[in-house]
Every structure is written in C-alpha cells, then in structure tokens.
C-alpha cells in the first residue's frame, strides 16, 4: 500500500512504516499541502522513476489547519483544488485536523457567528451531484480544546472504512476511555453547541497570545531585532492556527546538507546550551537533512520563552564559529 503525505506530525510517519505503507512526501508551501505537486505526482505515478515501482496510492494524508509541523494552513479554495484532485485520480483524503477550531484569525465575540473555514468533510457536499461521496475520512481530537490528557478523537467519513475502524478497535483495546468519554459527553451536554464553540474561542484566543508572546521573542532573537536592524539567524511564518512555530534556522553549510543540518545542531550544540527543539528531519518521509526545527508555544511563559530562544541563538552562533567562519554571511534571499 502507499500513501502522499505532506509535512507530516512525527507520531503519525512511524505509524505508517509500523503497518508497512510506503509513504511519499508531497511538497508544501504558505498553506500546506500543494496542489501543483499533489496533482504532477499522480499525473506521472506510472513513468516517474521515483513511483513507477510502487503500487499506485490509496490516501492523501494531510493536517489543514495549523499544520504540525509547519504551521501552515490551508484556505477554503485550496482545499477545493485538493478534493478535485482526490476525486479525478480516485484517492481518499485522511484530514487530520485536531487543530480546527484554534483559529487565531477574526476571532468574533459572538462564538456561533465565528467563520471558520469548511473541511474537506463539509465541502465534499458541492459536487456531490456528480462525484457523490466519499473520499474524505476527517478526524479531530478534543485533546487540544477540553484536556491534554483525555486523548480523546472521533472520526467522520464513509460508512464503510468507519465501520472497519470500530471493528479493528473493538479487537485491539476495545473502546477509547470509558471516563474521557464520559467526561466529555457530560461536558458537552452541559454547554450545547453554543458554549462549546464559546470555550472553543476562548481556548484560541489564549493560544494567539502565547503565539504573539512568542513570535516577539522570536523577532527580537533570531530574527532582524527589535529596531530592523538585526542580520537574522532564522526565517518562519507566524501562524494563523494550531500550537508550532516552524522555524528555518540559518545554518552553515556542508557537503551533505548545503543548507546545514538541524539535527546536528540540536542533538550537539543546544543540547550543550541546555536548550532542545524538534529536528525537522522527523517530518520527513525520507527523514532528510534539513535546517527547520519544530517548536512549540503552547505551554512557555515569556521568560522562558525568551531564555529558550537565546540559548538556540548562541547555538547557532557556535556551530558557525566551529565550522570555521569569523563572522556569520547573511541569509540569501
């Protein structure tokens, strides 16, 4: 079996290699999963060198919104151009998407009149007049709205593959908790819908502050300072939804990785300077070398967001230093 993948949450990858699916990245930009690539890789499955060996995909993996690890989100219209593309080369969309409704974006004070942007799930209903359904399974977590620790998610999609999940459960470990489900159905009952999508954004509106906290320490450290005048060490996109920041450190070259490697940096440098963060390199399907890191500003106060940053720079600082340059060149454009 294989699968696409974008940048891709570094639990699910091992579980794809666990059940023995070959999975192939697809390449991103500004809003995730890219259309152009999704669309050349099945247009020349058959005769490229890097597919034509492999059994023909049966799944597009995808995170639309606030993306782990990327950060990136996907507008209403690129999820059209991506369920097109589903549709006419037959592959089924899993849209993981427990970061929905931390939405930064707009936020309205009245909950239920918040606009959000429709799922993949919801916008299968235009078209359905020629394709009909079925090609998207989505599933969400209450995980990162109601408790970390409920590791609790549910799933929608065709009848068929849904029915299979709960038989293959039902095998494995039965059901998912009994008192997480419990707790959350009380919950849920207690608030309704409109006091859901109320804590719902509240839960994002104290996210956007750590994110803004955050991005600002990342501004004045790794990136061009306070005043504009700082030659950055780093490059991101602050994100619109979800809990990462994705980070391209400016790193020095070598011969395996022309843009330097964060895994080296990480597992030698910062750790020494007693700071860690997410080699990108585990997003990967092909695990490559790669200068992103992964962090997180979901739990970090201001001063230890600060602390953290600083450490990361002065390990960046150093492995310039260690390659042997006098003074760090400036990020190419």
Known sequence: ?????????SGVLPELET???????????????????????????????????????????????????????????????????????????LEDDPYYFLTFE??????????RTPSYFALEHEGSEQWGYGYVMRFESFSKVLSAGMRLGYLMGPSTLVDAVIAITAS?????????????????????????????????????????????????????GAEGSQEPLATYVTPVAGMFYWIKLHLPPT???PEGDSYQVISEKAL????????????????????????????????????????LRKAVESAWKDAGYDSIPPIQP
């Open 106 to 115: 707009d936020l309205a004070e009245d909950a239920v009149q918040q606009k």
């Open 255 to 257: 011969p395996e990785a």
């Open 272 to 311: 020494s300077f007693g700071v860690l963060a997410m080699p990108g390199g585990a997003f990967f399907v092909d695990k490559r070398k790669t200068p992103y890191v992964r962090a997180s500003f979901s739990l970090i106060d201001a001063r230890d967001a600060h602390e953290s940053i600083l450490r």
């Open 172 to 224: 494995s470990n039965l059901h998912a908790s009994g008192p997480s489900q419990a707790m959350a159905a009380e919950l849920l009952e207690y608030w309704g819908i409109e006091g859901f999508l109320r804590h719902s954004n509240n839960v994002a509106r104290m996210y956007k502050e750590r994110r803004d906290l955050f991005g600002k320490q990342l501004d004045t450290i790794l990136g061009r």
């Open 1 to 9: 079996m294989a699968s696409l993948t974008e940048t891709s949450a």
């Open 19 to 93: 059940h023995r699916v070959h999975a192939i990245g697809i390449a991103t930009d500004a809003q995730g999963l890219s259309a152009d690539a999704l669309r050349e890789t099945l247009k020349n499955w058959h005769t490229s060198d890097a597919t034509k060996h492999q059994r023909y995909p049966k799944a597009v993996y995808t995170v639309p919104t606030g993306a782990n690890p990327a950060g990136t989100t996907a507008s209403t219209e690129r999820k059209r151009e991506i369920l097109a593309i589903a549709r006419e080369y037959g592959v089924l969309i």
